[in-house]
């Protein structure tokens, strides 16, 4: 199940490491985000891996939309479920919108034509 969302990053926490029972060394990360709903919800994502360096340049504050899976195991009689995100992407803001126009004056209104020339025809 892949999903996304966009939002304000809250918090970036520290890195985490360590080494498996099966000898292999892992890396994890975690961040912390606000949604952009209607009602915003706090999210902490997780980032495992290599995936890591994808919070390089990342800073609190930034408007991100970041895609990610859920992921559900048992362990012991109890559920632990995993925010698992693959992706970030900036969101720019929204400066491309065009000017608005130049406010109207009442030196932009063109005189009124003279009598004499007004039933003049240019042709």
Do not use: H, Y
């Not at 994808?54 to 048992?74: C, I, P």
């Not at 109890?78 to 720019?92: E, G, L, M, S, Y």
């Amino acid at each position: 199940m892949a999903l996304s969302v966009k939002g304000k990053v809250e918090q970036i926490l520290k890195p985490e490491s360590g080494v498996s029972k099966a000898g292999k060394e892992w890396k994890k990360q975690e961040f912390v985000m606000e949604t952009d709903e209607q009602f915003p919800r706090k999210v902490c994502f997780t980032l495992f891996g290599d995936k890591v360096d994808l919070l390089n340049g990342l800073t609190a504050g930034q408007e991100v939309e970041v895609s990610f899976n859920l992921d559900s195991r048992e362990f012991n009689g109890r559920w632990f479920t995993n925010v698992n995100a693959w992706k970030i992407d900036k969101v720019a803001k929204e400066n491309n919108l065009p000017e608005p126009p130049p406010e109207f004056r009442m030196d932009d209104i063109p005189p009124e034509p003279d009598e004499d020339t007004a039933n003049d025809l240019p042709f």
